[in-house]
Structure formats: structure tokens, C-alpha cells
């Protein structure tokens, strides 16, 4: 299947256009109104055909067409006109576009153009097609909503967070899914300053873990586990990398659905991953028993602000149907650093430091070398 997205100020010829393209095995991924919207859109679906109107408020197809050429000089752009806009039809094919499409012809003569444009630009097919043939945007959620302007939050005013609350959202996490329904997690609720301040060196010198009013210890537990097999007349096989692996995926959804179920109720909070730099001295902080260890620790509060949430990479780099399939990188990566950028510039946080130059300073050195043997110490191999 193709893929297209359709930016005009006139809703109806978006729908219309959409409506046609979609009989014709062609997704359209995104749509927008006005002509600050092609960039983003484009960034984030990477479409095979862009579908641009001319005449738009603030910046005009033609404005838009230049600054998308700009970036992807390979991009698919044909324009939609009135028949009185013929003359500047022209001068954006001129300018880059493929060609245009009059919007004000009748349904056939649409249909019929739209079809003569898709044979001429998009030639090869791409994901399978889908005989429900709804667009993406359509399908949507109060979950995708939370989930997509949710942002990691580092930083809480003074309001409480009863126990209530946090047991709220705790329990209703412990409804993710658990391999074999063995729940090989526990959490370790912490409000104690003292402690949290422990934590937070432990964790790095990460202040917002010592302000943040809740602090949620995720762990992987096979303690309990083990005693439940005794009870039911076994002995748990531990100290190999499948049970290691089973409780700290457990823990890992576990974890996310809390966090999910907190944006929910208004709150906010950062996963910590530095709860794995000392293992021992964390589980000796938090009186952990053998077979338990933190995997990562949970902020929760209420946000000072909320951060902009960030971009994601590219979706048609992450997912693949059916077979993976090898794709050319370096556009999606350059993509990408270009639109974390361009995020950080609105947001006044430019930094000018790429996403795979970031990665290549954090990334090029093995990390916590200490972490098998503390894991070990912990009931844990991942040998
Ligand atoms: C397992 C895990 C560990 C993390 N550890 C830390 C951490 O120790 N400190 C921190 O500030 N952020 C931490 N983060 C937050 C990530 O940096 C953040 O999720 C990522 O940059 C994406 O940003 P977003 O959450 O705002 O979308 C962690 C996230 C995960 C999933």
C-alpha cells in the first residue's frame, strides 16, 4: 500500500481526496489544514505522495512546498487549485511540485485525475494493503491521546499525592499482562526524604528523585514467587537467564502501566534506570530480600509544568510487516535528528547535539560493568 498525506485549508476536498485515494490502495497517513503542518507531517509518516493546497492562511502552499523540497528534495508533491489558480499552478510545478490536481472538477474527472497522478508518481508498493481502508488518524483513544503527549516529568509542585492515589494506580497496574501469571514483581512505595535523598545519590546525584513527593522502587521479585512453588509443593529453578528475564519483563510492564495509569490521573513522573548503578547498596536501602532487585524506580507527582512531549523516530523505520524488512537508515536517522531538533528549538532547548551523536557519546562504552555480578549477588544470571 501507499502512502499519502493531504494538508488544504478546504476540510471538505480533504475528505473528498481522502475518500478517493483510499479506494485506490492508498493510506492516507495524515492530514492537515494549514501550511505549517506539511513539514511535521511529512517528518513523522514520510509519505510516498503529499497532496498541498495552494491558497492556505499564514504560510501558502507554494511558502510550504519550498521549505518541504528544502528538506526532502525527493518528496512527492502534487497541488491541489482552484481552476482559477492556474497561473500559479504552473509556477509550483516550476518550482518542484509533480504535478496539480484542479479540486473543483467533478468527482469523475477527480477521480480520473487523481488516479493518472498516483500512476505517474508512486510506483512502488509498500506495506500490505488493508481491506478496512480507515486512516490512521481515525483510529484514536483516550489511552493514544495520553500516551502521546505524555513526557517524562522531572520536576513537582508540593501537592500531595494521597496513598490513595499512589495504591490506585499501583493495583490497577498489577492488571498488565505477567508471563505465565507468575507476577514476578513488586513495588516499594518511598516517601521518606532520607531515603529518597539515598536513592537519589545511588542513582547519580539525580535531584528530582529526592524532590519527587512519591518515589516507586520497581522490582523484579522471585522471592515471592519461590515461596509460593514451595506452597504448592516445588522448588523454583532459579539463577538462569529465562526466570531473570521473565521477572524483569514483568517488572517492565508493570512499570509502564503504572506510569500510564498516573498520566491519567494528572500525575506525572521520569522512570530511573540509575537505580541499577549500585544494586546491592539499593537493595540494602530498601531492605530487599534475596531474589529482588530494582529494576528501575518510578517518580511520581504533580508537574510543575509539562513538558512538550518528544517526537518519536520515524514509525516507518520501527515497523515492519511481516518480515523485517533492511531499510536504508541514514534519511530516517537525519529525519529524526531533525525534528528532535526542531522540537528542542520551539521549546527554546536547542542544543545543537543530534540524537545519534548523543547516542554515540553514551553508547560507544560498555555500561555498568558491575551490574552481572551485583545481579548475581541478587538471585539473578543471565548467563
Ligand atoms: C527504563 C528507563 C530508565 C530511565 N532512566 C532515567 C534516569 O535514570 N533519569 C532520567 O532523568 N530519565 C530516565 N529515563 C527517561 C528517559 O530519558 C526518557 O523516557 C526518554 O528520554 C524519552 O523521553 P520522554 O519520556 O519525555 O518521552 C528512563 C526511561 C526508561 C524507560
Not at 499564514?58 to 523540497?69: C, I, P, S, T, Y
Request: net charge negative.
Amino acid at each position: 500500500m501507499n502512502t499519502a498525506i493531504i494538508v488544504d485549508d478546504d476540510k471538505l476536498i480533504c475528505r473528498l481526496v481522502a475518500s478517493i485515494l483510499r479506494t485506490m490502495d492508498c493510506e492516507v497517513m495524515g492530514t492537515g489544514e494549514m501550511g505549517t503542518e506539511v513539514l511535521p507531517l511529512y517528518r513523522e509518516h514520510m509519505p510516498d505522495l503529499v497532496l498541498l493546497g495552494i491558497n492556505m492562511p499564514k504560510v501558502n502552499g507554494m511558502e510550504a512546498l519550498k521549505d518541504l523540497l528544502d528538506e526532502y528534495p525527493n518528496a512527492q508533491v502534487v497541488m491541489l487549485t482552484d481552476l482559477a489558480d492556474v497561473a500559479i499552478a504552473e509556477a509550483t510545478i516550476a518550482a518542484g511540485a509533480k504535478d496539480f490536481l484542479h479540486k473543483d472538477s467533478g468527482m469523475q474527472d477527480l477521480r480520473g485525475n487523481i488516479e493518472r497522478v498516483l500512476r505517474k508518481i508512486i510506483k512502488t508498493p509498500r506495506a500490505p494493503s488493508d481491506s478496512g481502508a480507515v486512516p490512521v488518524e481515525d483510529y484514536t483513544s483516550n489511552l493514544m491521546d495520553i500516551l502521546k503527549r505524555r513526557a517524562s516529568v522531572r520536576s513537582f509542585t508540593d501537592r500531595h499525592v494521597p496513598d490513595a492515589m499512589v495504591r490506585a494506580v499501583l493495583s490497577a497496574a498489577q492488571h498488565a499482562p505477567t508471563s505465565s501469571n507468575m507476577q514476578a514483581y513488586s513495588f516499594v512505595v518511598v516517601r521518606d526524604d532520607e531515603t529518597k535523598l539515598k536513592l537519589a545519590e545511588l542513582a547519580g546525584g539525580q535531584g528530582h528523585v529526592a524532590q519527587c513527593p512519591v518515589f516507586v522502587a520497581i522490582c523484579a521479585d522471585i522471592h515471592r514467587l519461590e515461596d509460593a512453588i514451595a506452597t504448592g509443593g516445588g522448588s523454583l529453578a532459579k539463577g538462569h537467564m529465562e526466570m531473570s528475564l521473565v521477572a524483569t519483563i514483568d517488572a517492565a510492564l508493570v512499570g509502564m502501566s503504572a506510569s500510564l495509569v498516573a498520566e491519567s490521573l494528572e500525575l506525572g513522573g521520569c522512570m530511573i534506570g540509575g537505580m541499577r548503578n549500585q544494586p546491592e547498596d539499593v537493595a540494602q536501602v530498601l531492605g530487599l530480600p534475596d531474589g529482588v532487585f530494582v529494576a528501575f524506580g518510578m517518580t511520581l507527582g504533580f508537574p510543575t509544568d509539562r513538558p512538550p512531549s518528544k517526537p518519536r523516530y520515524p514509525d516507518v523505520g520501527v515497523i515492519h510487516w511481516e518480515r523485517y524488512e533492511e531499510k536504508p537508515l541514514a534519511d530516517l536517522h537525519q529525519t529524526y535528528n531533525a525534528s528532535l531538533e526542531a522540537q528542542k528549538r520551539e521549546t527554546s532547548r536547542a542544543d545543537g547535539v543530534p540524537w545519534t551523536e548523543r547516542l554515540a557519546k553514551s553508547f560507544s562504552e560498555p555500561k555498568r560493568l558491575n551490574l552481572k555480578g551485583a545481579l548475581h549477588n541478587l538471585g539473578y544470571d543471565f548467563d
